[in-house]
């Protein structure tokens, strides 16, 4: 079955640095790779997602980047600020049907 | 729309006794699933529903852990008898089909606590 590998597993920046989030899966048929964010106590909360034909995927301050033949994606953050502090989550999506497996999570600080 | 429900929100309970969640889903949502998170850690399967039909449930400790989702709306996760290693947040989440790309959506959480 699938294996979503996350790093780091904590990062620590300063307001207005970039983050940077990356993980690898193992199932070459994946094809669906949403991140989510989680608030501590609070549900995980899709913030951005991507499919495996489009290569980047952008919205305001956060991207997403899928390399398919290396199988790994990653979570851009620019600009941050600290309510971007949080437990980031990335997932992969295997066959068609299948349930999302997720990563062990980053905990993303961001200090002003 | 209204979210993803689930009760009871937080739960403690002695080790070998019996505990029930309940959720219901968004309206229309024909999937399922249960995830166990553990504390510092991300979602893990346990079951997931297509309407009241079971796609996969490889990850469900059977001995002690049992879900249903009768009439393909509401369903119930029941753990007896529960072991110190329960302790985690159960959350259920649902989309509107098991497809590759559809949105998960997740309720808040039933907080577990087994002493």
């Known amino acids: 079955g699938e294996n979503v590998e996350q790093h780091p597993s904590t990062l620590s920046v300063q307001e207005g640095d970039s983050a940077v989030i990356k993980c690898t899966y193992s199932d070459s048929a994946s094809n669906y790779f949403p991140w989510y964010k989680q608030e501590l106590g609070k549900r995980p909360q899709l913030i951005i997602d991507i499919r495996s034909n489009v290569g980047e995927k952008k919205d305001q301050r956060i991207a997403v980047t899928l390399n398919k033949t290396a199988k790994h994606f990653s979570l851009h953050i620019t600009e941050t600020q600290p309510e971007d502090s949080a437990v980031y989550f990335c997932a992969a999506r295997g066959q068609a049907g299948t349930a999302l497996i997720f990563g062990k999570g980053t905990t993303l600080s961001v200090s002003s | 729309e209204a979210g993803v429900a689930q009760s009871p929100r937080y739960k403690i309970i002695e080790k070998r006794q019996s505990v029930a969640f309940w959720c219901n889903p968004i309206?229309?949502?024909?999937?399922l699933y249960w995830y166990q998170q553990i504390l510092g850690q991300g979602p893990k399967l346990l079951i997931q529903f297509q309407n009241n039909g079971v796609v996969d449930d490889s990850q469900l400790p059977k001995d002690r852990f049992s879900a249903e989702r009768l009439k393909g709306v509401d369903s119930t996760l029941k753990i007896q008898p529960a072991k110190l290693e329960d302790s985690a947040v159960y959350l259920c989440?649902?989309?509107?089909?098991?497809?590759?790309?559809?949105?998960?959506?997740f309720g808040e959480g039933s907080w577990l606590t087994v002493v």
């Open positions: 309206s229309g949502h024909a999937t």
């Open positions: 989440a649902s989309s509107t089909r098991g497809f590759s790309g559809n949105t998960i959506y």
